[in-house]
């Protein structure tokens, strides 16, 4: 797990956010997937780049875990 990065149930329904702040790492994604630029980003919701790369390093992490198995015919 990432330091930046925290999972708690009592913090926006346990998805995963920016520690000490209520920012979702989806939210980060998605926002930089749109075009938006990591400074701005982090401008916007009064973050840290490295706060930013943290997400997209967990969202990497979360990529590589993922797998296609093939079911029975």
Do not use: C, F, W
């Not at 009592?10 to 630029?37: E, F, W």
């Amino acid at each position: 797990m990432n330091e930046r990065i925290v999972l708690d149930a009592s913090i926006h329904h346990g998805a995963p956010v920016i520690k000490g702040t209520r920012v979702p790492v989806a939210t980060i994604i998605g926002n930089l997937a749109g075009g938006m630029s990591r400074q701005d980003v982090a401008r916007e919701y009064d973050l840290q780049v490295a706060d930013i790369e943290a997400a997209l390093s967990y969202a990497a992490e979360l990529v590589e875990g993922e797998r296609a198995v093939a079911l029975a015919k």
